[in-house]
């Protein structure tokens, strides 16, 4: 290959597209599924408790950096797989002639002390028995199961190569499925396994949202009431004061909200997730049905649809809820915004009016300043003619006052006429 530059993950890519690969069963054969939730910080400890594992089976340390791990052990194989909210144990045994019906199934030869102390917290546990048509007919089982009264989920897989029957009940901690094989080849058989145990991890996986949505919804409901009751508040809303009020309680609403949905996003995300998942793996069981008997698709239409459904209209509600929020947030602030800019406007036409009477004001105190100051004019040259008399003998005081008195008229009309433009400038505003 040319010396190209390769991408730092394209190795890895590549291996992604091969990992995690079913295992071939041999019937007769049991699997049993363990599967466990990431709780504070259990994730972090399962490559330990592998290697511990590995250890007291006296094999190599094994590598989970990858993770995922095929461990091969004297008796039983181990599969390990770490996903994004989980992490999964499957074990696989052969089923010998005096070992049939074991309660242990695929778990007799695993240390009993390392499998109580996995990391984590159990969400799902499945047995998988493998049987041959030859060994366990299914109609004999089908009679046996439709005798007892128990509802029990049976259908036709792989294009009629093989048969799977369960009740998705609990018995002893563990479902059960069963797989009747009568043409199936070792990998499909696998393939099998795989997709029923994890068609039963994501349905659990995918209804951790259900108890969710109950306590949201409840929270909706509220939340919904209480928008209605501020909506009548804002319009009977009769001052800025009461428009303020409303729009306290209505930021205090949006918060309680905004909190509930970051807080549900992920999980109610995750639970369409899974959801597909499931859809996707009974799809490729490719199932044909048998009367008288649901198969697993008709099975999850009835009982796990419903509460997908219950969960995706209560995200939408709580995101609609939201919305209307923000919008009727967005539309009182407006209110209070306009009702602040009016004030505001009063506020500064009362400064504009205020300033024109301090300036007819001034202007009155110059005009009356104008006049004073005339009057001490004249009374100081009727001073100074008096006392210079005899430099001006020609002129007696009372010609002197005489030549003044023009020129103080002057003065004093010219201050009477400015005090009028004064004021009939303060009666054409208002002003006083």
């Not at 995690?20 to 990431?38: D, G, S």
């Not at 950096?65 to 909210?85: C, I, M, P, T, V």
């Not at 002129?395 to 009309?413: H, Q, Y």
Request: hydrophobic share 40%.
């Amino acid at each position: 290959m040319p010396p190209f530059e390769q991408h730092p993950l394209r190795q890895v890519l590549s291996d992604e597209i091969h990992a995690r690969p079913p295992v071939a069963l041999e019937t007769p054969e049991y699997v049993t599924y363990l599967a466990f939730t990431h709780h504070e910080g259990s994730a972090g400890r399962e490559g330990i408790h592998l290697q511990a594992l590995a250890e007291q089976l006296g094999l190599p340390a094994p590598v989970t950096d990858s993770g995922y791990l095929l461990l091969e052990a004297d008796g039983f194989q181990l599969k390990w797989e770490r996903h994004n909210e989980f992490s999964s144990y499957c074990f696989f045994c052969s089923i010998d002639g005096d070992e049939s019906g074991s309660k242990d199934y695929a778990l007799r030869h695993v240390p009993e002390a390392w499998r109580e102390a996995i990391p984590g917290q159990l969400i799902a546990a499945t047995h998988i028995e493998v049987r041959s048509t030859a060994e366990v007919p299914p109609q004999t089982v089908l009679h046996q199961q439709s005798s007892s009264g128990q509802a029990l989920v049976a259908s036709k897989v792989a294009g009629g190569a093989g048969w799977v029957l369960t009740d998705f009940h609990l018995h002893d901690g563990f479902s059960h499925f069963l797989v009747l094989d009568e043409q199936l080849t070792p990998r499909q058989a696998g393939r099998i396994a795989q997709r029923l145990v994890e068609i039963e991890t994501y349905r659990v996986m995918a209804l951790l949202a259900f108890p969710v949505a109950k306590e949201v919804g409840r929270l909706v409901s509220r939340a919904e009431d209480e928008l209605a009751d501020l909506m009548d508040g804002m319009n009977q809303a009769r001052s800025a004061e009461d428009d303020r009020a409303v729009l306290a309680r209505l930021s205090r609403l949006a918060a309680e909200v905004e909190r509930s949905v970051a807080l549900t996003t992920f999980r109610f995300g995750a639970a369409a997730a899974y959801y597909r998942l499931v859809r996707q793996r009974i799809e490729d069981l490719r199932e044909e049905r048998l009367p008288s008997f649901s198969p697993i698709s008709e099975f999850m239409d009835r009982r796990l649809v419903p509460a997908i459904d219950t969960c995706t209209s209560i995200a939408r509600r709580q995101d609609d809820l939201s919305a209307r929020i923000a919008r009727n947030s967005q539309l009182l602030r407006t209110r209070v915004d306009i009702e602040l800019e009016r004030q505001n406007q009063e506020l500064l036409a009362q400064m504009n009016r205020r300033a024109k009477i301090q300036l007819h004001l001034q202007e009155t105190v110059e005009g009356l300043s104008v006049v004073a100051i005339t009057y001490y004019a004249s009374q100081l040259v009727n001073y100074v003619s008096k006392g210079a008399k005899d430099l001006i003998a020609p002129l007696t005081p009372e010609i002197i006052t005489a030549l003044s008195i023009p020129v103080i008229a002057g003065f004093v009309f010219m201050g009477l006429r400015r005090m009028r433009k004064v004021l009939a400038k303060e009666e054409g505003s208002g002003g006083h």
